[in-house]
């Protein structure tokens, strides 16, 4: 093997993002900062995933739009080049075929397209296209590294889950592999261990993509979560990098209050600081079940219900398509604001008067909370949000989940919605003690981002390592 020393200086990276809010916002936030770090930087995606931005890229990133394929291909209905865009979920493995018609043309321009830049140092892509981690190594001899979007934690925790299968012999069990001892049942695992999905064969594609990847990127930083990251890449054996909180690459405001908004959707975000403006210092409750949570009606009665009963004012993001807010809210005037649809949620969250943050624990919402500073009322959905709640309650301790999420829970009533709220905002000892912590570990995101920061030196370490990988 030889070092690959004439990409040594400024690597061409080029970047494919998965076609979803949840991975394009931090993978286009991580291609910021690679090309303000030194590298050049090709993000390949559609016309309708290319960000909007009041502020000028770094002159070493740029965008390489292609079409996505017609609906006369997909079956899918027009305009649906994103999973937040399908009219219902139903939709979401025709999403994933229909993205699969993308590898011609993306293969094309790896191979023959680039130009004027050189050819490309290594691909960093997203989970929905695990088949570019097997592209003819023979032809593009180059690291393929994997962002899926997940914690260290949830990544050695499902590694070693894979490996011991403890969830195929017991319900109730300790997460295997851990530093920490964290209890959790089978019916909370993310859906790539169920057998019986119906999207099985999806997730064993994805599933083998990041194994034959040579290296995995985490939106993370060591000090949130010691240890995770290094044991990680030792039980895999693949080089393993920290390189968030990537939302903290958003430094001009507008950009910040535009960050994740598609087109004219969404709200005034003048509208939701002025609200803000006018609350008290950490006296409001952003509630916010991410881009694709959506609650039942009867729930989402509950929720607004428990909203009202706790005391505190709240910003409850309603996504287009959810349940609406209770008409009983009506009457609680300037307490509450519902926000429909898209929302500036950098913003909301940097905001003095936030004082707690209602969150599905995505892991996106988890790192950009813990990056702000702020303590959180934990209430997921799905997915990997079981496992980052674990984190963020049992392991870092600045939040509490709402109803204690009992395996037989049911609704989760508005009384304990109401108590949840006020232990993360109420000002006794335990809701002060979540938000020292909070607080400290904002201040730890912040130095982390620095240059001589953890974050900092692994994005650098990063660069260095695609420039010096070794080629055939």
Sequence with gaps: MAENREARIAP????????????????????RL?????????????????????????ASLRFCVIPFPCPSLTGLPPGCENIDSLPTHRLAGPFYSAAKLLR????????????????????????????LASLARDVLPIPRLVFHGFSSFTHLASHYLHACKTHERAYNFFLPGLPHKVEITRSKLPVFFDKASEVRSVYEEIREGEVAADGVVVNSFE?????????????????????GPVSMCQREKLDVGLRGRKGSSGVDVDRCKRWLDDREIGSVVYVSFGSMGRLEPEQTVELGMGLVMSGWAFMWVVREGAPPPPVELEGVGERGIAVRGWSPQLMVLSHAALGGFLTHCGWNSVVEGVAAGVPMVTWPL???????????????????EVGGRKEDEGLVRREEVARAVERVMGRGEEGNEMRRRAKELADKARRAMERSGSSGLSLAQLIHDVACWPVA
């Design 223 to 243: 000090e949130l979560e010691p240890k995770y990251a290094a044991m990680f890449a030792e039980a895999t054996g693949k080089k393993v990098w920290t390189v």
């Design 12 to 31: 061409h990276m080029v970047v494919i993002p998965w076609l979803a809010q949840g991975h394009l916002i931090p993978m286009l936030d991580l291609a």
């Design 104 to 131: 011609g043309r993306i293969e094309h321009l790896l191979l023959h397209g680039l130009s004027p830049l050189r050819p490309p140092s290594c691909l960093l892509f997203g989970i929905g296209f695990p088949w």
């Design 34 to 58: 690679l090309a303000t770090a030194g590298a050049n930087v090709t993000v390949i995606t559609t016309a309708a995933n290319v960000p909007l931005s009041t502020s000028p890229c770094p």
């Design 382 to 400: 799905g997915a990997d949000q079981y496992l980052n709640e674990k984190l963020v309650v049992e392991v870092l301790k600045v939040g509490v």
